[in-house]
């Protein structure tokens, strides 16, 4: 037996196991433009995550599927980018015009979440979890 194969066979072993997360996200207004996840480490919480996805936003309820996620304790954001423009708006003092959630439902009225609030582990299988999304303008 040559021993790439067993070499590959190891390597393979060795390597976490993506796993995909589920994202059922709730409190959807409307159907207009796209519902936008994404899956972060305590150090991109709030900013551009590795791991995102999107689906069409529809009224009520969307799952938004992020795959390749590695074994890791993260925290989920979400937000209704109604009008397409890959971006959160906001008005002037920051207060989203968008509709935005997070993992264990961390917002609390207009303050920041914490990550710890809102950390979940994720392991070596598909699991699932649920957002709401909450609107504060209009």
């Excluded at 021993?3 to 066979?9: G, K, M």
């Amino acid at each position: 037996m040559k021993p790439w194969p067993l070499l590959l066979l190891l390597t393979a072993a060795a390597a976490p196991s993506e796993a995909p997360i589920e994202v059922d996200v709730s409190g959807v207004r409307s159907a207009q433009g796209l519902v936008r996840v994404m899956v972060c480490p305590k150090e991109t919480f709030m900013k551009a995550c590795p791991w995102s996805a999107s689906t069409p936003a529809k009224v009520g309820q969307v799952t938004v599927v992020v795959h390749g996620v590695p074994p890791g304790h993260y925290a989920v954001q979400a937000y209704h980018d109604a009008d397409s423009n890959d971006k959160l708006d906001q008005n002037w003092i920051g207060i989203p015009r968008e509709g935005i959630g997070f993992s264990n439902d961390a917002m609390s009225h207009l303050t920041r979440p914490k990550f710890t609030v809102a950390a979940f582990d994720h392991g070596t299988v598909r699991q699932r979890i649920a957002v709401k999304i909450r609107y504060f303008l209009g």
